[in-house]
């Protein structure tokens, strides 16, 4: 049995949870879900003591989540959305080649050139596949990844791409009103308005990590958003949202054009790469194509990235 099964031994309280928490409402859960409410209230109260965590507040005429209930919605749902994802997925086939790749570097590297990509994989049809974190790579869901991620171990025929090295960015209005420049040192970003890409169950350095690769030791003083994906980051720091951390390999046509601006210096990360990785499975033939494909372009990289997110 699963252990989740001995915390929680009936999934139907998660999917009531998840309605109820998404709704903000016991009543409109009840009736989305088809029950009662005094059966929704049921089911969170079961949940509640099965995980020992009080998810919502609540008063008389309302209920609403608490932080620890938010933190359980996204869990649940990345969980559900995770499960439809595969439900929803085609058996895949020898006439089908699956490259996964986060939403960053496909926008800047393969989109742009998805017919290109296509045609050097002759016959074999292309599916792009899109990931944020390392655990939605699950073993073989996939020909070859996109992944930065450590290059210590790597997996046999593994060709490394770009090393990580991530500076701090913004718009030249954004810059110009925050006095910043390309000189700026870590300590001069201390207290401007950063924007925050979402860090768990990633690998790539986030803010702590850049300042710590400054010799200096930072948190956050107040409340802050943090975006799920990197193409998000990029539209609001496009938008002058404040300074972002951004990956060469990513960002360069960007700054080379004037969009936006450095305002800080790099931190390398050693550890750390841009990697196509293939499956046991995968054709060495087809990675050879890709990776010789990738190296052809490498010097010509498409636009910095699209308004879509």
């Not at 252990?3 to 009531?16: D, F, G, H, N």
């Not at 049809?125 to 899109?130: E, F, G, S, T």
């Not at 991620?149 to 913004?170: D, I, Q, Y």
């Not at 293939?278 to 190296?295: F, G, K, M």
Request: include cysteine; hydrophobic fraction near 40%; aromatic fraction near 8%.
């Amino acid at each position: 049995m699963h252990p989740l099964l001995e915390r929680i031994p009936r999934m139907q309280m998660l999917a009531v949870f998840e309605s109820a928490g998404r709704l903000g409402s016991f009543t409109q859960a009840a009736r989305e879900l088809g029950i009662t409410q005094p059966g929704v209230s049921r089911h969170i109260r079961d949940l509640e003591r099965l995980t020992g965590r009080v998810l919502f507040h609540r008063t008389a005429n309302r209920v609403r989540l608490n932080a620890e209930g938010e933190a359980m919605l996204i869990a649940v749902q990345e969980a559900f959305a995770t499960i439809d994802q595969h439900l929803r997925s085609k058996p895949r086939t020898s006439t089908t080649f699956l490259l996964a790749a986060n939403p960053g570097f496909a926008q800047q590297w393969l989109v742009p050139h998805l017919d290109q990509l296509q045609g050097t994989l002759g016959d074999i049809d292309l599916w792009l596949r899109l990931f944020d974190r390392n655990r939605e790579l699950g073993d073989e869901a996939y020909d070859a990844a996109i992944h930065l991620t450590t290059t210590a171990k790597p997996p046999p025929g593994t060709r490394m791409l770009f090393p990580e090295r991530v500076l701090p960015v913004a718009t030249p209005e954004c810059a110009d009103s925050l006095g910043l420049g390309s000189e700026c040192t870590a300590n001069d970003l201390i207290d401007v308005p950063k924007l925050h890409l979402d860090a768990r169950d990633r690998d790539w350095l986030d803010w702590h990590g850049w300042f710590a690769a400054h010799g200096i030791q930072w948190e956050p003083t107040s409340a802050h958003i943090s975006y799920n994906n990197y193409a998000l980051v990029m539209n609001h720091t496009m938008a002058g949202h404040g300074v972002a951390l951004a990956w060469r390999g990513l960002v360069d046509r960007a700054l080379d054009s004037g969009a936006l601006v450095a305002v800080g210096p790099e931190a390398d990360n050693d550890g750390n790469a841009y990697q196509l990785i293939p499956a046991p499975s995968a054709s060495a033939e087809l990675l050879d194509r890709i990776a010789t494909w990738l190296d052809e372009i490498r010097e010509s990289p498409p636009s910095p990235f699209s308004s879509n997110s």
